[in-house]
């Protein structure tokens, strides 16, 4: 069996669990719990901070597997290692269902990187072996639900630019679908890698729904 085949394995039994636990999960409880994540990810689940991530609107399944990541180290972050270490699965199933119900906030696409954000998302690189990031997160970036796909559509500028500098240089990998974002994330330069982040905090089912 190949790394990659055991990952997939168990990212199926992660999802499979995750289902299990968020059926039982309540946004009320949720709500409470949030009172400590209020401070980076601000009170309705949009950051005040370019280097942290909004959370509303995220898949539940997204936000409660990525809290296990974070408990136990496989994502690095001494931050959110932190604040996950005192959560047990019930608040982290409760968390992920209250940010999923929150309204995401609206962002904007510079004119002058539209262009290029539009053609790698939607198209890829083909030269560079870069697939379209539509073939993952769909064309209004809303990613697929247990699939380990997150949401991008208004995500932080600097948040996305971060992460994937991150996969791209190997220091976010070993989890989830990390690996296919390596690979992908080492063929884009910092410039490409702007124009996504800056495509997708533009990104808006309403936009595309109009195009």
């Given at each position: 069996m190949t790394p990659k085949i055991?990952?997939?394995i168990l990212l199926s039994f992660i999802s499979f669990s995750a289902v299990a636990q968020l059926d039982n999960a309540d946004p009320m409880r949720g709500e409470e719990s949030a009172a400590a994540c209020a401070a980076c990810h601000g009170a309705k689940g949009n950051s005040n901070n370019g280097e942290w991530p909004n959370l509303a609107g995220q898949h539940a399944d997204y936000i409660y597997e990525h809290l296990q990541y974070y408990k136990s180290g496989e994502r690095e972050n001494a931050l959110m290692l932190g604040q996950a270490a005192g959560l047990d699965k019930q608040t982290m199933a409760d968390l992920a269902v209250y940010f999923e119900g929150l309204e995401p906030e609206v962002g904007e696409t510079p004119e002058e990187l539209l262009a290029t954000g539009r053609?790698?998302?939607?198209?890829?690189?083909?030269?560079?072996?870069?697939?379209a990031c539509v073939s993952c997160h769909g064309p209004a970036g809303l990613g697929v639900p247990g699939s380990g796909y997150p949401r991008l559509s208004g995500q932080k500028v600097q948040y996305t630019t971060d992460q994937l500098g991150l996969y791209r240089s190997g220091e976010r990998a070993?989890?989830?679908?990390?690996?296919?974002?390596n690979d992908i994330a080492s063929n884009l330069t910092d410039e490409e890698i702007q124009a996504v982040a800056n495509y997708v905090r533009g990104l808006y089912p309403k936009d595309i729904a109009a195009e």
């Open positions: 055991a990952a997939l053609s790698i998302y939607m198209g890829g690189i083909a030269e560079k072996g870069v697939p070993g989890y989830g679908q990390a690996g296919v974002m």
